[in-house]
């Protein structure tokens, strides 16, 4: 049937194109234009090879065109071939690809959403031996995020503070089931067992935007959270964030472009000020550690290698309550001072507005900025927010073994992950080591379900789980420069415990993050450039557009 109609459409396609070539030599002989009449008389002599279906097509083409109409594509471009079997099939939707449901035979499919602290040290501990494990993420690679403020002035290498999910979960790039796709979730549908997805980039695709969808006997949703800008206008547009590895090149790019910039021909002296201000917006650990690491590649590196900017460069940091509020308050004086004797200027103060060269502050006050750096802590993402699944405090709400309740087959943990009020506890902080031990609580409880059931879908009810899970919190670090840093190992503020500022709480602190870096690779990456920095001063070449 389709293949007699494409021939049909074909032999019309002739006649009508030798028809459409013979009209104008009539207008050429007479010199008049040609009638409807004439026009008839010429479709009549193909009746013969014609249809009356096609016929009465072909006698609208007319009409139509008559009016300066095109009812096909012949008339829009004149290369297009004319559409003119109107009574056709529509053309057959596309079928999205997926990655199907598995098979009896097969192990069972764990989807892991994310590639954050949670979800790489679940990833990490995993059995592949019971399991097959499909990681999508934007991203293809953790990021040590206590370090990543070092990254923006050069203390450290950005590959230093990266590490391959695939050398996270070798199973990745090598077990025939598992596999890593680059790309957002955009949706779930828990009665299904399916998740939905669009490609992060279509360069090379077949079509745009590239969607798949890939069936799961087991859902981690692990997908962290979103920085707050609580609603003030301006922030997506004129700051940066200090959560990736590609917020810290721009910044590292931007802070070096307005140091040479400063330098050219007839900028004044007000320029260079505005240029070489750097302002903070947020007092927690993110913004202190980055305000400690600028006031030392100020000290050390632009003193010397930027002499003309050294009396023109300052750092603003503004807080609306106390800087590190979480910490020790005999710390957070502590870091006060030493912030300010570092030459910070510390506002206390609301931001009502970001504009492209300037903040405005609730109480009237205009400060002018060259960089702008937003650290107020981090909120639900939009995707988590558009999710039909319970929620405690905007998080995706789960049960004491991170479970979520309403759905079958689905955990959630790290940053978009809260307990649900029945359980009588409180929504864990979104801190690295919460998410790490969530991740590493999970995988010992897909070993139980294994064990018991197998890990196939619907197969976890009436599962003993073991215990739940419990948190303690080790302790907080922060560095404020300048060999020197805040160690509280408090559990919470009222409690006791071990808490230390100076150059000894520095030693730990870079102790404990040279220990806590994923692998020997990192960790061999991280003391070469600390002491690379140590011995020749940071790297201050700007590299990228």
Not at 70 to 88: C, E, K, M, R, V
Not at 505 to 522: F, P, V
Request: charged share 20%; net charge positive; hydrophobic share 35%.
């Amino acid at each position: 049937m389709a293949l007699s109609r494409i021939a049909r459409g074909s032999s019309l396609s002739q006649s009508f194109s030798k028809l459409s070539t013979e009209t104008p030599q009539i207008v050429s002989r007479t010199g008049q234009s040609v009638s409807n009449n004439a026009r008839q008389v010429q479709l009549f002599t193909l009746v013969s090879s014609c249809n009356k279906t096609s016929i009465q097509n072909y006698s609208k083409n007319i009409i139509f065109q008559s009016r300066g109409i095109g009812n096909t594509t012949q008339f829009q471009h004149p290369s297009a071939q004319a559409a003119l079997d109107y009574d056709s099939e529509p053309e057959t939707e596309r079928v999205m690809p997926e990655l199907g449901p598995t098979k009896g035979f097969e192990k069972p499919r764990v989807v892991v959403l994310g590639t954050g602290w949670g979800a790489c040290r679940f990833l990490k501990d995993i059995d592949t031996k019971i399991y097959d494990v499909v990681c999508i993420s934007p991203r293809n690679h953790m990021v040590f995020t206590p370090l990543l403020a070092s990254t923006c002035v050069g203390t450290l290498e950005f590959r230093s503070v990266s590490e391959p999910v695939s050398r996270i979960q070798d199973a990745l790039a090598k077990s025939p089931g598992s596999h890593f796709f680059l790309a957002n979730c955009t949706a779930i549908d828990s009665d299904k067992h399916e998740v939905y997805c669009t490609v992060v980039t279509n360069d090379g695709l077949p079509y745009e935007p590239y969607e798949f969808k890939v069936a799961y006997d087991k859902l981690v949703i692990s997908v962290g959270a979103e920085p707050m800008t609580f609603n003030i206008k301006g922030v997506y547009e004129h700051a940066t964030f200090l959560r990736e590895v590609y917020h810290a090149q721009k910044i590292r790019q931007k802070l070096l472009l307005n140091l040479m910039l400063s330098d050219h021909p007839g900028i004044s002296v007000e320029e260079k000020r505005h240029l070489l201000h750097c302002v903070v917006v947020g007092g927690g650990p993110t913004g202190v550690e980055f305000t400690g690491e600028l006031s030392d590649f100020i000290m050390h590196d632009v003193r010397q290698r930027y002499t003309h900017a050294k009396d023109h460069i300052k750092i603003t940091l503004i807080e609306g309550n106390e800087l590190l509020g979480p910490f020790d308050p005999k710390l957070r004086q502590y870091a006060t001072n030493h912030l300010a004797k570092s030459g910070v200027n510390i506002v206390k103060g609301i931001v009502q507005e970001v504009q492209k060269e300037k903040i405005l502050l609730k109480d009237g006050t205009e400060i002018p900025y060259g960089l702008l750096v937003w650290s107020t802590g981090v909120g639900p993402s939009k995707f988590v927010n558009k999710l039909d699944l319970p929620k405690s405090r905007g998080r995706i709400g789960v049960d004491e073994w991170l479970r979520v309740p309403s759905v079958q087959d689905v955990f959630a943990l790290g940053d978009c992950a809260g307990y649900l009020e029945h359980t009588g506890k409180e929504v864990l902080p979104a801190l690295a080591q919460v998410a790490e031990r969530q991740g590493k609580y999970l995988a010992t409880v897909f070993a139980t379900m294994a064990k018991q059931r197998g890990g196939k879908a619907n197969q976890s009810e009436d599962v003993n789980l073991g215990k739940p899970f419990e948190y303690h919190h080790l302790g907080s670090m922060a560095s404020v420069g300048r060999y020197k840093a805040l160690v509280d190992l408090k559990q919470n503020k009222d409690s006791d415990g071990l808490s230390h500022a100076g150059f000894l709480g520095w030693l730990m602190w870079r102790t404990a993050y040279l220990t806590r870096t994923y692998s020997w690779r990192n960790r061999i990456y991280v003391a070469a450039n600390w002491a690379t920095t140590l011995f020749f001063g940071r790297d201050n070449s700007r590299i990228g557009v």
